[in-house]
């Protein structure tokens, strides 16, 4: 699938790290470092401007080397980018240490994993089907 992209950053394309990843790295691209205080949240800037074609998504996820090692995580993970959204591509980070976390111009703060979806009609109804598991939820089949 080729995906338009325009890059207003300092850097290079978000690429695939290996033959079979999921997801390509994002950069923040900032002008000065911005430090992240415990429980603080910001939005930080890509540079990047991306046109996909209807039936697909972008989907904004943690990396998770920054996640288990400096606590940094997307908020609203994963984060989605509709095909008709042509603003910058804008990460949310959120630090959840006790740690202030300093991010810098050109550091990998997010991965962005492409996505084909479905849209639904509803059909209303007065009852669904009865399966096995039925209502169960949240823990419902034990620890």
Same mark, same amino acid.
């Given at each position: 699938?080729?995906?338009?992209?325009?890059?207003?950053?300092?850097?290079?394309?978000?690429?695939?790290?290996?033959?079979?990843?999921?997801?390509?790295?994002?950069?923040?691209?900032?002008?000065?470092?911005?430090?992240?205080?415990?429980?603080?949240?910001?939005? %930080?800037?890509?540079?990047?401007?991306? =046109?996909?074609?209807?039936? +697909? $998504?972008?989907?904004?996820?943690? *990396?998770?080397?920054?996640?288990?090692?400096?606590?940094?995580?997307?908020?609203?993970?994963?984060?989605?980018?509709?095909?008709?959204?042509?603003?910058?591509i804008?990460?949310?980070?959120?630090?959840?240490?006790?740690?202030?976390?300093?991010?810098?111009?050109?550091?990998?703060?997010?991965?962005?994993? %492409?996505?084909?979806?479905?849209?639904i =009609?509803?059909?209303?109804? +007065? $009852?669904?089907?009865?399966?096995? *598991?039925?209502?169960?939820?949240?823990?419902?089949?034990g620890?």
């Amino acid at each position: 699938m080729k995906v338009k992209i325009v890059n207003h950053s300092r850097h290079n394309l978000p690429e695939y790290s290996t033959t079979l990843s999921a997801g390509m790295d994002l950069c923040a691209n900032i002008d000065s470092p911005v430090t992240l205080m415990p429980m603080e949240r910001k939005l %930080i800037g890509t540079g990047l401007f991306i =046109e996909l074609p209807e039936g +697909v $998504e972008a989907q904004i996820r943690p *990396r998770s080397g920054l996640a288990v090692k400096k606590g940094i995580t997307v908020l609203n993970s994963p984060g989605t980018i509709d095909a008709d959204y042509r603003g910058e591509i804008g990460i949310i980070l959120i630090n959840l240490s006790k740690d202030p976390f300093t991010i810098n111009d050109g550091d990998r703060i997010c991965q962005m994993i %492409i996505s084909k979806h479905e849209r639904i =009609e509803w059909e209303i109804s +007065v $009852e669904l089907n009865s399966t096995n *598991r039925g209502e169960g939820g949240f823990g419902h089949t034990g620890i």
